[in-house]
């Protein structure tokens, strides 16, 4: 069955543009979780969405970031006038379970933001 | 609040050897414990996991065993292959909907 999707895989971005980060998660998962990977770095938690709503921001490191789910599937993460120390690997992961539940994230392959 | 500390890379071994990536982490409560590797070119994949004290996790040869009294969750291995060359990262959740807090990763090498 198809994986966590997310597009585009590479992005390129002059500073002060805008960009929309897009991810597919596997239909069905109720968990949404954006991450943001530096070069050489484990992945940084972002924000998390239960279905559509959005439970935690407490990653986003400014409010350029916002992030999506409108309709409790698809997922959107947008960083506006953006900076070199915005790029980073960004990746999406969905998990099957909800709140309460700590049921297995799959990550999906990511999207390379370089901001020159 | 939370962290994991695991072993710089990269660790360089030849086919056969035996695999240690030290990980030790640091929490409030009981938090989850795993491992995950990335491929190259590849996204993170779960490799293994443990839920509570004691607990070992074990797939494709390797295994971890959570320790609450070193807050460890050392990845091992008896022979390494030259596929198993990837990334590991460890990490951990202790909140009800899962978020991960990841160390740094640690890449490994092996060579014929």
């Known amino acids: 069955g198809a994986g966590v999707s997310q597009s585009p895989r590479y992005k390129v971005a002059k500073r002060g543009q805008d960009v929309a980060l897009r991810c597919d998660p596997i239909?069905?998962?109720?968990?949404l979780f954006w991450y943001q990977q530096a070069l050489g770095q484990g992945p940084e938690f972002l924000t998390y969405?239960?279905?559509?709503?959005?439970?935690?921001k407490s990653g986003l490191p400014s409010d350029r970031f916002f992030a999506e789910r409108p309709e409790g599937s698809v997922s959107t993460l947008k960083i506006q006038r953006t900076q070199q120390e915005d790029s980073a690997v960004y990746l999406c992961?969905?998990?099957?379970?909800?709140?309460?539940?700590?049921?297995?994230?799959?990550f999906g392959p990511g999207t390379r933001l370089t901001v020159l | 609040g939370n962290s994991v500390t695991q072993m710089e890379g990269p660790v360089t071994l030849s086919e056969e050897a035996f695999l240690t990536i030290n990980c030790t982490y640091t929490?409030?409560?009981?938090?989850?414990l795993f491992w995950y590797v990335q491929y190259p070119g590849e996204g993170l994949q779960l490799l293994l996991k443990a839920t509570k004290a004691d607990d070992k996790g074990s797939n494709k040869g390797f295994e971890a065993t959570y320790r609450k009294e070193t807050t460890s969750f050392h990845l091992e291995k008896g022979s390494v292959q030259v596929s198993d060359s990837a990334v590991y990262f460890c990490a951990l959740s202790d909140r009800g909907y899962s978020t991960l807090t990841f160390g740094k990763g640690t890449m490994l090498l092996v060579s014929p």
């Open positions: 929490a409030t409560g009981y938090p989850s």
């Open positions: 239909s069905g998962h109720v968990s």
């Open positions: 969405f239960q279905n559509e709503a959005q439970l935690d």
């Open positions: 992961a969905s998990s099957l379970t909800g709140a309460s539940g700590k049921g297995e994230q799959f």
